[in-house]
């Protein structure tokens, strides 16, 4: 089957303009400019299916309808701020199919009358961020984005825009903040940002895969797009596997694919031939799954994986083996929150430092079941309590882990220490 | 009125107005909702996660619109997470629980997560005793800690973010309300957060640290103890503290506060002022103080003050008895008829100034403020009417400030006008040079000094100002005296009056003339009928002089020399100063902090004050003093009580004649609520039981022919090739004799500061900082050089009460 968001691994000059124009590019945004209502657009996304690939699996299409028509003007962000553990496909796509990703962007653009656009990459991208700007400039100059495009009077414009290494800037309203110049923390919603956005206008922040499908639907149609996937989850999806896996990386598949097809067949199996013991498959914002056969012939699909009793989020699927205690884990994944906290928020700002305590005592051989109490009374009490969602995301390994895995947390644990 | 929304809180069926938030909601219901991070006053954040409830929506028929019902009632759905009541506005039939398990479960998690990180010092800590934490660690905090005391963060415990404000960094619980109060309401974005997570702390981004002249104010809203003034940090625990109501005497916004005391070892046993609070008055000071305000009150406790009255035998001031001393001063008095002046400060009551002006009155004297301001008897004319509310005025308000730099001079008022512009108000700023109200205003208009009343004369023309102007529904102008003396103030005063009665925009309720007046009651003087005098060194010479609460002497050599060539010289006061030196008779005052009074604002609101200490050594009140020297020259006056002093005052002055002094001390509810048990509402700011005060009427507003002399005045003199125009400007922080005694303030006042444009600066060869000497009207002094390229060239200014005698615009050499 042909690649839909990682063509480059087809056509491998697809970063070249020419390349991707020879290739249909550009061709199902100049035909909507000229030929569709931006409604029309929205439309046929909503039919499409496609569902939000930065983690909550919004659908795309119902969010642009959100937009306040009665307030103007109107903006596009795309969140390249990819920062969530175990996450890596933003990245291989915006440097290696970036046209797709930009006219993915016009056409959201187009669809929710922006005529502006920004692109928020994590400050680590800034050698990407000079890049997407010489791409920029190429469709500039091809008179693909600019003023007056295809002799209609749609003008749009695309900017990048570097973060300053915040975790927190991938949630996004944190973003729109941070995009204003400033403190990057989340603000409180509702308002959501198609109403109440960028400079307080209606504004559709949408993730760099998401918007890399738009031109292939468009082009191809939705029944096309829908015929992939799963009828919960439409399309394909890029795996970003990691753990303790042979052949870690980007895997585009269809949604509804296993564990097991993605492991097994695609990762090259668990290093040594251990079994998997746990899969994080959202990242270090994951509830972990404990994995036993029936887990690995899931579908990777939305509401499948939710039958495990955890979340698809992006897809970030963190393999993890018997030589891996889970107290371990969740030490880290603790330790990344608290760093990563905006300390904007009480339950975030202390529960994750709290629990950071907890867990290094917890870890570094004090084992006292009062302390695995405590650590889950407090990561409980941080639930439901926070501002966004990265307080949330703080506790999920950490209930799931110390529930699903209780003796990794009763001593002695003599497991060796692996890198994850 | 607002549309009602009905709601249920807690079982109690509630009506507020649309718009309302579920914590503000519940306060109006007496409801507990408790808050950190939330403040009546500012915008919603949902930081704290300390109001959270829960909270119920009617469920409504997609088709309809109609509520579902479920056994008759509508169906009430809740989300499946507590929400927070600071950010969820109100809705029709909307369901809260805030005594729920899972709330107060909620609750109780914010107050522990909260106290992981606090240091629970409280026995130290000055917010002991006030503090919302506390007050709510008692109500919702569990009796023990889970947390490691071993794990606990240690930070700067007294990190000082300028000299004014320290935070203890181990006490703060990142709640922002002072960094969201610098930013929304001071406009002062000058502290703000640094790093992120467990590290966040606030911290300060100007030089010098915290700078802004709102900074104490966060004192009062911090909820907890981490902001502390360096004036009360380590002073007093709160409830050692006695208070009284009074009204702030530095400036003419006339701010409702409250003065604490307490009796005090190190002051041998005396009553002393610890602090100086915010008392709300929605319609003047809201709960919002300045730090001038707020920190030179130590005036009063000065060693300087005078506690007995002298004569002068030989040459030499000595001791007198009162009988001695009144008798003196009523026998020369008496005698000088013609030659008798009263020059009078506008820091006294208007019962002093009625009871000086009758006593000139009935012995053919004059009666004069010690005042650079001219035109003020025009705001008695057209000032502002009856009913006229800053905190309320939006679209259809123009708002004009010509001449003043409102937040120096008048910082309330800066702070009432920005908040009136966000209400959609217009505001025009006429000013020579740039001012911080400058980025407020919908209009700047510049102009060069000495062009005042051309200005105010171009505000009617044909342009977007001149549509603005006229096209307004109401219109109130403040005028000040920016590089103006007393004949220029005059000149614009009588400007601004002529063109306000031509548009209608007097008589009526938010609109009319402002004079933004050096002193507390310059108002009430010009309602008294004083007059300001633009020659006094020369109107002084020869005559009896009754000084009172002014000090000539001390602020210029010129005035210095025309007391010591008058006749006879009475000084009333309770400092001593360079004038009381020259006196032939010493009257001792007390100071308005020991005594009960009214002050009328230049808003003219009239508002009482009230005795906050006990009385020191033999003072008298002013109004008491001048009543038995009238009694000594044959005419009675009210000398005992403040209350049958002024309700005389209002028979006989028609502004005052609808007020009585009780009706002054007149309270009605107040929004927001603040000062009651639920500290952690709306601050330690104090609730208002002691009187709101009332307007005065005008001349126009009773109906009366109002009467505008044009004032000519020559334009402002043009220097030599070799000079420059210095012109007089106002600093919130001077050396005046009320604020050089708080030392807290020494950085701020600082050193007589003059500021030039860097071409100036560069012809006279002098660097930023640098020290010069000023030479003008054959007087000078030394100063420190600011170079500020928004002062236009050719112009040097000078402030007023730093030590350079400048009345008026006047050609200066600077060397």
């Known amino acids: 089957m042909a690649f839909v968001v990682l063509r480059h691994r087809d056509i491998l000059d697809i970063k070249k303009l020419e390349v991707y124009r020879q290739n249909g590019g550009f061709e199902a945004f100049q035909n909507a400019v000229k030929n569709l209502k931006p409604d029309g657009v929205t439309q046929v996304v909503k039919d499409s299916g496609l569902r939000g690939r930065g983690g909550a699996g919004f659908p795309t299409g119902m969010k642009w309808s959100f937009i306040d028509s009665k307030n103007w003007p109107h903006y596009v962000v795309a969140n390249a701020d990819e920062s969530e553990p175990g996450t890596f496909k933003d990245r291989e796509i915006m440097e290696s199919n970036p046209f797709q990703f930009l006219e993915g962007v016009a056409l959201a653009c187009y669809a929710v009358g922006a005529n502006s656009a920004y692109i928020y990459l994590r400050g680590e991208f800034w050698q990407l961020a000079g890049f997407l700007d010489e791409k920029i400039n190429e469709l500039n100059d091809a008179g693909l984005l600019g003023a007056k495009l295809f002799n209609t009077n749609y003008s749009l414009n695309i900017y990048t825009h570097l973060g300053a290494g915040a975790y927190i800037c991938g949630e996004e309203t944190a973003l729109l903040e941070s995009l204003e110049g400033k403190r990057g923390q989340p603000r409180v919603r509702p308002p959501f940002p198609p109403a109440v956005g960028l400079y307080n206008k209606p504004t559709i922040v949408n993730n760099v895969e998401t918007l890399t499908n738009v031109p292939l639907i468009i082009q191809n149609g939705a029944a096309w797009y829908k015929s992939l996937g799963t009828p919960d989850s439409a399309g394909v999806k890029v795996f970003s596997l990691s753990g303790r896996v042979r052949k870690p990386g980007n895997y585009e598949l269809p949604f509804g694919a296993t564990f097991r097809q993605l492991i097994y067949e695609h990762g090259g199996g668990v290093l040594d031939g251990r079994p998997v013991k746990a899969i994080m498959p959202a990242g270090a914002s994951s509830s972990l799954i404990l994995v036993d056969e029936k887990a690995l012939d899931t579908p990777m699909d939305y509401a499948s994986v939710r039958t495990l009793g955890s979340d698809l989020g992006s897809a970030s699927i963190i393999v993890i083996d018997d030589t891996v205690s889970i107290d371990w884990v969740i030490q880290k994944t603790i330790h990344f929150f608290k760093h990563e906290s905006c300390g904007k928020c009480t339950p975030c700002r202390e529960g994750t430092y709290w629990m950071m305590n907890i867990a290094e005592r917890a870890h570094n051989g004090r084992k006292d079941p009062a302390d695995v109490e405590l650590l889950h009374a407090v990561a409980r009490q941080m639930q439901g309590m926070c501002l966004c969602a990265l307080g949330e995301f703080a506790t999920m390994s950490v209930v799931t882990g110390i529930d699903r895995f209780p003796s990794d947390f009763k001593n002695p644990v003599n497991l060796q220490e692996k890198i994850v | ?815």
């Not at chain 2, 009239?606 to 050594?617: D, F, H, K, N, T």
């Not at chain 2, 609808?658 to 500290?679: F, H, I, N, T």
């Open chain 2, 1 to 815: 009125m607002d549309k009602q929304v009905t709601l249920t809180i807690d079982g109690k069926l509630i009506s507020v107005p649309e718009g309302t938030f579920v914590a503000d909601a519940a306060r109006m219901a007496d409801i507990d909702i408790p808050v950190f991070c939330h403040h009546p006053k500012l915008e919603p954040v949902g930081m704290c996660r300390m109001c959270l409830v829960e909270i119920g929506r009617p469920i409504r028929d997609r088709a309809t619109g109609q509520f579902v019902l479920e056994n008759g009632q509508p169906k009430i759905q809740f989300l499946p997470k507590l929400e927070t009541a600071c950010t969820n506005r109100v809705e029709d039939g909307m369901v809260v629980h805030t005594q729920s398990e899972s709330a107060k479960a909620g609750q109780k998690s914010t107050i522990e997560f909260l106290l992981t990180s606090h240091p629970l010092d409280c026995p130290v800590c000055d917010k002991g005793g006030e503090c919302p934490l506390q007050n709510l660690t008692m109500a919702h905090g569990a009796g023990k800690s889970r947390f490691l005391y071993d794990e606990k963060l240690h930070l700067e415990k007294r990190k000082p973010l300028g000299e004014l404000i320290y935070l203890d960094q181990e006490r703060c619980i990142q709640c922002g309300r002072c960094v969201r109060f610098q930013d929304e309401i001071a406009g002062d974005p000058v502290i703000g957060f640094d790093e992120r997570g467990r590290s966040m702390q606030i911290m300060t981004s100007s030089e010098p640290g915290f700078d802004s002249v709102f900074s104490g104010n966060t004192t009062d809203i911090c909820p907890v103890g981490a902001l502390t003034t360096a004036d009360f940090r380590f002073g007093a625990r709160p409830w050692e503290l006695e208070e009284f109501p009074s009204i702030c005497s530095q400036c003419p916004v006339g701010c409702n506060i409250t003065i604490n005391t307490r009796r005090e070892a190190a002051a041998d046993g005396s009553m002393v002022i610890k602090r100086i609070m915010p008392r709300q008055n929605e319609t003047v000071n809201e709960i919002w103080i300045c730090d001038k305000g707020r920190f030179a009150y130590h005036y009063t406790e000065s060693k300087g003050r005078l506690t007995r009255p002298a004569i002068r035998k030989d040459g030499k001031l000595s001791r007198a008895s009162w009988d001695s001393a009144i008798k003196l001063a009523a026998e020369n008095f008496a005698e000088a008829g013609k030659n008798f002046v009263v020059l009078a400060s506008g820091r006294l009551a208007n019962e002093d100034l009625f009871n000086l002006k009758s006593l000139a009155d009935h012995l053919k004297g004059d009666a004069v403020l010690y005042s650079e301001i001219g035109g003020g008897e025009l705001t008695s004319a057209i000032g502002i009417s009856p009913d006229t509310n800053l905190g309320e005025v939006g679209p259809g308000t123009t708002l004009v400030v010509i001449a003043s730099d409102l937040y120096q001079e008048a910082p309330i008022w800066y702070l009432r006008l920005k908040q009136a512009v966000r209400r959609g108000a217009t505001l025009i700023v006429a000013n020579p040079r740039q001012t911080r109200l400058d980025d407020h205003a919908s209009y700047v208009i510049r102009y060069a000094y000495g062009d005042e009343v051309k200005t105010v004369h171009s505000l009617d023309k044909k342009n977007k100002i001149g549509e603005a102007f006229t096209r307004s529904e109401n219109v109130i102008i403040f005028y000040g005296s920016e590089g103006l003396g007393v004949e220029g103030s005059a000149a614009l005063a009588s400007a601004c009056a002529k063109l306000l009665n031509e548009y209608g925009f007097a008589g009526k309720p938010n609109n009319g003339l402002v004079g933004v007046w050096q002193r507390a009651n310059d108002q009430g003087a010009w309602e008294m009928g004083y007059r300001v005098e633009a020659d006094l060194p020369r109107f002084l010479r020869g005559k009896v002089v009754y000084l009172v609460g002014v000090d000539p002497a001390g602020d210029d050599p010129r005035l210095a020399k025309a007391l010591e060539n008058a006749k006879f010289l009475a000084v009333q006061d309770i400092l001593e100063s360079a004038t009381s030196e020259l006196a032939d008779v010493i009257l001792p005052a007390q100071a308005h902090t020991e005594r009960e009074g009214t002050f009328t604002s230049g808003e003219r609101r009239v508002q009482r004050y009230y005795p906050a200490l006990p009385v020191l050594g033999e003072t008298r009140p002013d109004f008491a003093i001048t009543a038995q020297i009238a009694r000594q020259a044959g005419f009675i006056q009210e000398g005992t009580s403040v209350s049958a002093a002024f309700d005389i005052l209002s028979e006989t002055i028609p502004s005052y004649a609808e007020l009585s002094y009780s009706k002054l001390a007149e309270v009605q509810p107040q929004w927001p609520v603040v000062g009651r048990g639920d500290l952690y509402y709306g601050g330690t700011t104090y609730e208002n039981k002691h009187g709101l005060g009332a307007h005065l009427t005008t001349t126009a507003s009773r109906g009366e022919n109002v009467h505008i002399l044009r004032v000519h005045r020559e334009s402002a003199p043009r220097p030599q090739e070799n000079e420059l125009l210095a012109v007089p400007v106002t600093r919130l922080y001077d050396r005046g004799t009320t604020v050089l005694p708080a030392k807290v303030l020494k950085n701020r006042i600082g050193k007589a500061t003059i500021s030039m444009h860097p071409d100036i600066a560069e012809r006279l060869n002098v660097k930023n900082g640098g020290l010069v000497k000023i030479s003008f009207d054959g007087h000078s002094g030394e100063a420190l050089v600011q170079i500020d390229k928004t002062i236009p060239a050719g112009v040097v200014t000078v402030p007023r009460s730093m030590g350079l005698a400048i009345h008026e615009p006047v050609p200066a050499k600077v060397k």
